[in-house]
């Protein structure tokens, strides 16, 4: 039996609203039957016309299936975004980083990993622990930037799904006291993240706590042409992630970063991917489709799919989640017509159909998983990762999104919750009106 897929993206009310609708019609022997012969197996493949699904004479039998992620997210949207009106203003010079290098309005961490040495009186200098982060690391820049991007992510899905005037407007509130106040705002630079005491005062390792930042432009994007949103703000906003994209490119830290082994490069040129659209800095989107297909895929990526140095590490499960979700956010963020990185694939195969297929079946049965569990947080995974809904809905493959759909959408575990950059899946997912007919096979 052989289903027809016909994939339709449509907008009913709001402006990114997406629902697809996806129809299999299951066609039976009246249609045209094409045998293809699989090694000792038949496989039934059936030959339709382009009006098929206009077509009854064809159809014997049909059952529709809609994924509306406004419908599925509405009550979580309007909770969080309802709890982000109450909030007041988020700014990192709230907390003092009593280690930091920097100023108060520069942003400042410490490497997760990284614990005092129990021979020194003072501890000094730090030692590594891979995989295990020190709770007691100072974390609230890194905390206000999270609930920043929570909050105004919220607000502009609950925008885009309602057109309520409320949320745009405690929006432009947070973003202007975080971004743009001169006596409160975050400088637009990552100097002093993931600082190591006794041994660095920042490192370019830290760049990836920006990726919470990543949301925050496609949340603006929805935001824009409401009556509250003000153009000074936007002029204001797209200067500062302009600035911060520069620093990204052009300094020590960022330069080491862009040019790591694993995740890390991904993630950072997420956050410019991201950062660059918003600015519509079109030469460095172009780098990171250069990014992802000469570097990313052919030097990261095996050819069944995984990602050998995130399999090494001590949270091996986690990592290739993370890295799989940021693969193919930057598949979601960079695709045109004319360079999709959906379709991209080496003379090999590998490319991301081969990455998704690889983590899909451990996603759906973690205790298939061949490694051991990881060492922090192994419970904590998978949540409703947005590989699984971009890639279903991009590659056509419904059992990746009805997983996502099971999946928890709002984790608590925070060292989970430190390694999602994406809370509102309708803010990513474009404005699309087109329908798109695929095969599937169905093997018995």
């Known amino acids: 039996m052989t289903l027809r897929l016909v994939t339709c993206y449509q907008r009913p009310v709001s402006r990114t609203l997406l629902q697809c609708r996806v129809i299999a019609l299951v066609v039976w022997c009246f249609s045209t039957v094409t045998t293809v012969f699989a090694g000792d197996k038949n496989v039934n493949r059936v030959s339709l016309p382009d009006n098929v699904a206009q077509s009854s004479n064809a159809v014997r039998a049909s059952s529709e299936f809609t994924l509306d992620v406004a419908a599925i997210d509405h009550d979580r949207i309007l909770k969080a975004a309802e709890a982000a009106l109450t909030i007041a203003p988020i700014t990192i010079t709230r907390f003092h980083a009593e280690h930091t290098a ?17 021979t020194k009186p003072d501890g000094l200098p730090y030692i590594q622990r891979d995989g295990e982060s020190n709770p007691n690391n100072f974390s609230r820049h890194r905390s206000a930037v999270r609930d920043l991007r929570d909050a105004v992510a919220a607000l502009a899905a609950a925008y885009e799904i309602t057109h309520d005037d409320r949320y745009a407007g405690k929006a432009a509130e947070l973003l202007r006291v975080f971004f743009l106040d001169e006596t409160t705002r975050m400088n637009p630079n990552l100097q002093y993240a993931q600082a190591i005491p006794g041994r660095s005062t920042g490192r370019g390792t830290g760049i990836i706590d920006g990726l919470h930042l990543a949301e925050v432009p496609l949340a603006i994007e929805a935001l824009h042409e409401s009556r509250p949103f003000s153009p000074v703000i936007l002029a204001g906003l797209r200067q500062w992630f302009g600035q911060l994209s520069a620093w990204m490119t ?9 040019a790591a082994k694993n995740n890390h490069a991904v993630a950072f040129w997420l956050q410019i991917a991201c950062f660059a659209r918003f600015t519509g800095d079109q030469a460095r989107l172009t780098e990171c489709r250069r990014q ?64 998704v297929a690889y983590l899909y079946p451990f996603l759906a049965d973690k205790s ?28 056509h493959e419904h059992l990746y999104w009805e997983l996502w759909k099971r999946l928890p959408p709002d984790p608590t575990n925070t060292e989970v919750r430190r390694n999602i950059a994406i809370t509102q899946p309708i803010l990513w997912l474009e404005s699309v009106a087109a329908t798109t007919a695929v095969t599937t096979n169905n093997k018995k």
């Open 102 to 118: 920097g100023g108060p309005n520069d942003f400042y961490s410490n490497g997760d990993y990284w614990w005092p040495d129990p």
């Open 250 to 258: 052009t300094s020590k830290n960022g330069q080491e970063e862009a």
């Open 292 to 355: 992802f297909k000469e570097v990313f895929v052919p030097n990261q990526m095996a050819t069944d799919g995984s990602f050998p140095l995130e399999l090494k590490r001590t949270k091996p499960y986690g990592y290739s989640i993370f890295q799989l979700d940021n693969m193919t956010t930057l598949c979601q963020v960079l695709s045109t017509p004319d360079d999709n990185l959906w379709k991209f694939e080496l003379p090999d195969g590998r490319g991301i159909r081969k990455a």
């Open 368 to 395: 298939k998983w061949p490694l051991k569990p990881d060492v922090q947080a192994w419970e904590g995974w998978p949540t409703r990762q947005p590989s699984l809904l971009f890639a279903g809905i991009a590659l």
